[in-house]
């Protein structure tokens, strides 16, 4: 994998095959050393001596992430072009992403065009599970690495290729930590969390919380023999983050799955809008210079 | 472990910053962390030094500035400081507080030679 943004150097596999283009190790830091300048070449005295230098103070003001954001910004850009509906599913492993997705494209798949990027730390079962109901999609498998950053998904999208307007479901890696600082140039992330899990992980695992502008609540078929407090739950995400939607589903039953549904489509007609009306602008700008230009040749 | 991506994205900041300012040795960097950033301050010294050994910051020392948590309250409308994104605000004690500052992390200086 290409290190500018991820933490498993040379172990990331998209659709099963290595990174290689972008392997850099061995080779990144030739580039500095074979910057030759000389030190002393503001004329100053040459006054240094083997132990002894001169050091200044270099401003930088950058971002820590500006090399992932850079690369996220890109992927929105795509989406926002092609007109895809773009969502970072995000949770502890087990809560049930990969059913509720399997059960989200069975649904909808007639509907709308839909491709997934399966983000795992090993194994490609997810995405066979995803292939199973009929829709494409291409596993990231991230080696020793704990989340997807930009520049994988990247890549991923140029395999996927997934079509104009169409819905793209990114599952992250199994992790509610990290994945939280890594944007992808989704439109939202999306967080689930089961109700086998504490109320309280909205509390443990904040940061998540406060990136996600969806809260899933899954299985909750399962609340009459569980102890899981749902208000509680919902009080601690939103304490978090006021402005968290929360939808209640079971995967399992399909209760609640309806207002999800309304839900991804409603943003996926927002998005088609969106490019339409950036399409149409377009088109009467580029009518517009056509006809001065025209007007020119006439005079 | 996303330190090790961070640490990462840090070297490279550190690299760009060399090939455009002409500096071969970087002596310290100086990072700016916010109490509400997702990034622990421990873990990214740990990593930087195993992230830089072998390039031009090989052995450099690792300040981190705290920037302080900052957040609006929903419930008396104040600004206030802000310790963990799940306290309550310490004006009213009420929920929620929106973060507002502190959540970011950078690079802000270099000293190098």
Known sequence: MCTTCGCAVGETRIGGEDVREHSRSGMRYAAVKAVHVHPHADGGAHAHAPGMSQSRMVQIERDILSKNDGYAAQNRARFEEQGVFALNLVSSPGSGKTTLLCRTIEALKGRLSIAVVEGDQQTSNDAERIRATGVPALQINTGKGCHLDAHMVGHALQQLAPADDSLLFIENVGNLVCPAAFDLGEAHKVAILSVTEGEDKPLKYPDMFRAASVLLINKTDLLPYVSFKLDLAVEYARRINPALQVLCVSATTGEGVAEWLAWLEAGCAARQAQKRATVASLKRRVAELEARLSGNAQA | ?113
């Open chain 2, 1 to 113: 472990m996303h330190e090790l991506s961070l640490a990462e994205g840090v070297l490279q900041i550190v690299e760009d910053a060399a090939r455009e300012q002409k500096f071969l040795r970087v002596r310290t960097v100086v990072l700016e962390i916010g109490r509400l950033s997702s990034v622990e301050s421990e873990a990214m010294r740990f990593c930087f030094d195993a992230v830089a050994c072998g390039t031009l910051a090989e052995g450099a020392t690792l300040e981190v500035i705290e920037a302080p948590g900052e957040g609006l309250c929903f419930s008396c409308g104040k600004t206030v400081p802000l310790a963990a994104l799940y306290d309550p605000c310490p004006a009213c004690g009420g929920y929620p507080v929106q973060a507002t500052g502190g959540t970011g992390m950078r690079v802000r200086e270099l000293e190098v030679e």
